[in-house]
């Protein structure tokens, strides 16, 4: 392969290092053009970053993306509005409760139930999406370790999200891709063990998060490539639509869950962790400082859970939610079963058509946004009046985040741009959908 | 009766094939593939829990060209599919490809525009792996199952025989609608 | 409220009701659909996916003054935005009437329907009066309306403002034979990749915008594979010598 080479720049696109060395010697250029990705290990999934380098320093960073788009968006326009769970959760896949939530959210307000959500599935989505908070943010730091060469932090963090995940596949059956949040309610109803479990990771996070402090706080490396490294200012995040632990780590204390409350927020007591470093260590600290905050809303979820349905009641709307396992893996409750298959010619019609064919949504457009461990998630749902969306979009946190990764790290040296895209956590499935 | 019973201790006779293949599965190198929602279970192998290191896989090159195992963990997309073909052809020889999650292997779920329909179009795979995504545990069954495979390689003529026999019984093999019966007994 | 007679305003206070199922039942019946699909389905008959089952009804009608419903506490900055808006645009070049085309309120939201060569002004007015102060857009999105003639795509703005901590939706339309919205980079930065993801989807060309290139698709795609006269590009599966052809393209069993 051979080098391409301008009067201004060297083009190292790929191939032999020793070519790109030997014109860059031979020409008069100084700047060097590097490509990194989208296959490379210190950039977080498949994501391309193209480097201007003056030297050591970044002159100009610009971010190719779409190298995971999927369709996700325009695949769910041929399913019916259940069964977009199953798509959105596969979005961003480290927080796929809190795209299951936003979905729902708008979908329920294009239904007009939002008021009528069982207590308790409130509950269920507060404790879920707390716990897909804490899992989230353990990646965060784990791949952000990673990527600096710091292999314990990634262990750690990886271990630390094991214990969540186990949570979740006792109570949804999966460890990622859950579809577990439905419009009107939730998929079932926690099974027996789950609070025990839940517990149990409520006495043990604390001690994992103290080592984890004890690991990076005061830790001269990590303090090194941290510290005023991709700093962004309060204007620049807000020029650049900057939201969720970022925005907070520039010292604004924004916190949708606080601002406009969904689920019940309302009533639950957290505090909303705020740095002004504006750089990547205050964005570690308000990380570390919201997974806390976390347990404590989780400790309250568990308080508030009272016995009650989980799914809407609305046969129009509400989804078999009383499931239980029969012995070929699948099941609905007995009592749904004989009433159905025994009792009710029309209940079986009415299950036939809600399962298959799905139930229609008010024609109408609704924006709903949760708080979600990176930032404000947005899903913009269209219905033309039929069984299936009309248009759903999401506005995703870190699609909106990666265009700061020029105000971040332009001016910076080349080793700070690996820490600035780290410390966005952006999510590639979440990027391109 | 023959040379192994005069052998001393500490010697194991085995043919050429059999070295070969238990060098080359004991010193797998995986070439990192993350693409989507596998890609994180696949860290978690790597991770303390399941600990991929016990096969001695846990350096997950960054570089293609030190790297003889592509786990292509997640969907492709048709945008990717270009690259993953280029860092493929600059893996050496002899290489194996896992195609890790339904995305992978057959396009699952996202049958549309944008991802390629598995991502056996561009590159040959060893190892199918379903799940959406797999357990840590099912990987690790799909790297145990490829150094099975890879064992029993053969080499040279013999390899060649391998593959024409495995040509012709693929041939003769039809997929029955219903069951495979028809198909194990021939 | 009866179900013959339009809505007072978008918000009117029938929601609840509205949405029981019987009601809903009733009023799906009353109402002029245009419906294909399952039980006469001409083109698929299958239950299994993609029906080709459309149902066709136009949103929620424009709403009138006021739009504050007491009774919702989500529509109680409505009015106060959009007195002052018409107060911020009293001195622009252009008026609050030529620029609004209309504004409806539904589900506790307000969208502003802006004539699309006034989107730049208005948006600027919106991000820098004190008294609106939307600092945060959260983005554009398009929508394909292929029945809305000459208004067939349809760009969908979010702003939220945190000083007053409201969110309003703004939207313009655009006919398909030319297809141009003016760009809001200038005024929200954060639009750029989101409307080259627009670009990229639906074919809508922001004028102004600094580089308006594909963004999801390679850039030697052909098409907006978001629009709805965009095939979804399946293919067909082979499940153990059985063919199963992509939703959209189902056989019809009718």
């Not at chain 1, 995040?237 to 907070?248: D, E, I, K």
Request: proline share 7%; net charge negative; glycine share 10%.
């Amino acid at each position: 392969m051979t080098t391409p080479t301008t009067e201004d720049y060297i083009d190292a696109a790929g191939g032999d290092w020793d070519e790109v060395v030997a014109a860059a010697q031979a020409g008069s250029a100084e700047r060097l053009v590097v490509n990194m990705g989208p296959q490379h290990p210190s950039t977080h999934g498949v994501l391309r970053l193209i480097l201007t380098l003056d030297g050591e320093t970044v002159t100009e960073a610009r971010v190719g993306i779409g190298y995971l788009h999927t369709g996700i968006e325009k695949n769910m326009e041929y399913r019916t509005w259940t069964q977009g769970t199953t798509f959105v959760t596969r979005m961003d896949y480290l927080t796929p409760i809190f795209n299951e939530t936003a979905y729902c959210l708008a979908v329920e307000k294009l239904l007009g139930l939002t008021d009528r959500i069982p207590a308790r599935a409130d509950v269920i989505r507060v404790l879920m999406m707390e716990l897909n908070r804490i899992s989230s943010h353990f990646v965060a730091m784990a791949t952000f370790g990673m990527e600096l060469g710091a292999t314990t932090v990634m262990t750690n963090g990886l271990r630390e999200r094991e214990m969540v995940l186990d949570i979740f596949e006792l109570i949804t059956g999966l460890r990622m891709n859950h579809a577990y949040i439905r419009p009107g309610g939730v998929a079932q109803d926690l099974p027996s063990g789950a609070v025990g479990k839940v517990k149990e990771l409520l006495e043990e996070m604390p001690k994992r998060i103290a080592i984890m402090r004890k690991l990076l706080d005061e830790n001269p490396l990590y303090l090194a490539r941290t510290r005023d490294v991709a700093h962004l200012n309060l204007a620049g995040c807000m020029a650049l639509g900057v939201t969720g632990p970022l925005l907070r780590a520039s010292g604004l204390g924004w916190d949708l869950r606080k601002a406009k409350p969904y689920c019940g927020y309302e009533d639950y007591e957290f505090d909303v962790p705020v740095s002004d470093g504006g750089d990547v260590y205050a964005r570690y600290r308000v990380r570390l400082a919201e997974v806390e905050q976390s347990l404590r809303i989780i400790e309250q979820c568990l308080d508030k859970l009272a016995p009650g349905p989980v799914m809407v009641d609305d046969p129009k709307v509400g989804w078999p939610a009383k499931l239980a396992l029969g012995p070929d893996g699948l099941g609905n409750s007995p009592d749904h079963i004989a009433h159905i298959m025994g009792g009710s010619m029309e209940a079986l019609i009415h299950h036939f058509k809600l399962v298959t064919e799905g139930f229609r949504v008010p024609a109408g457009q609704a924006y709903a946004a949760v708080e979600s461990a990176k930032g404000e998630l947005g899903c913009h749902a269209v219905s033309d009046g039929g069984t299936r969306p009309h248009r759903v979009h999401f506005r995703d946190p870190s699609f909106t985040h990666l265009q700061a990764v020029a105000a971040m790290c332009e001016g910076g040296t080349v080793a700070d741009v690996i820490a600035a895209v780290a410390s966005i956590d952006p999510v590639m499935g979440g990027v391109d959908r | 009766m023959g040379i192994e019973e005069k052998l001393p201790s500490g010697v194991i006779l085995g043919t050429v094939e059999q070295v070969v293949g238990l060098a080359r599965k004991s010193s797998m190198w995986p070439a990192t593939f993350g693409l989507a929602c596998c890609a994180i279970e696949m860290m978690s192998v790597g991770g303390p829990h399941y600990d991929l290191a016990r096969f001695g896989m846990e350096k997950f090159g960054a570089t293609p060209r030190q790297a003889d195992l592509m786990i292509v963990a997640g969907r492709v997309s048709q945008k990717m599919a270009p690259v993953l073909r280029q860092i493929y052809d600059q893996m050496p020889e002899p290489k194996w490809v896992i195609a890790m999650g339904v995305c992978a292997s057959s396009g699952g779920m996202f049958n549309n525009y944008a991802v390629v329909q598995g991502v056996d179009h561009i590159v040959p795979v060893d190892i199918y792996l379903p799940g959406c995504p797999p357990r840590p545990e099912m990987l690790l069954d799909a790297v145990l199952k490829l150094h099975d495979k890879v064992q029993n390689t053969k080499l040279g003529a013999h390899r060649q025989r391998e593959i024409e026999e495995l040509e012709e019984r693929a041939l003769r093999r039809s997929l029955p609608l219903v069951s495979q019966d028809e198909g194990a007994a021939r | 409220m009866s179900l013959g007679e339009p809505r007072r305003n978008g918000n009117g206070g029938g929601h609840e009701e509205e949405n029981l199922p019987e009601v809903a039942g009733r009023e799906r019946l009353a109402a002029p659909v245009q419906r294909t699909g399952m039980f006469g389905a001409k083109t698929s008959g299958d239950t299994s996916g993609y029906g080709g089952l459309r149902v066709r009804r136009t949103g929620p009608p424009a709403a009138e003054r006021p739009y504050t419903d007491p009774g919702d506490p989500r529509t109680e900055r409505f009015d106060a935005v959009a007195d002052a808006l018409e107060e911020a645009l009293r001195d622009a070049p252009v008026g609050y009437r030529d620029a609004v085309e209309r504004v409806v309120v539904d589900r506790g939201e307000i969208t502003f329907h802006l004539r699309r060569e006034h989107l730049a002004e208005v948006a600027r007015r919106l991000r820098d009066d004190p008294a609106l102060r939307f600092e945060l857009c959260l983005g554009v999105t398009g929508v394909h309306y292929p029945e809305d003639t000459g208004r067939e795509l349809h760009a969908v703005y979010l702003l939220r403002s945190i000083t007053h901590n409201t969110e309003i939706r703004v939207e313009t339309a655009c006919p398909d034979a030319d297809p141009h919205v003016p760009s809001l980079v200038a005024v929200y930065p954060t639009n750029d990749w989101h409307e080259r993801e627009a670009w990229d989807f639906f074919g809508i060309v922001f004028d102004g915008h600094p580089s308006l290139t594909r963004i999801e698709m390679p850039d030697d795609w052909h098409g907006h594979p978001q629009r709805k006269d965009y095939p979804l590009g399946g293919i067909p599966v082979e499940y153990r010598g059985a063919k199963i052809p992509p939703p959209d393209e189902r056989r019809s069993y009718a």
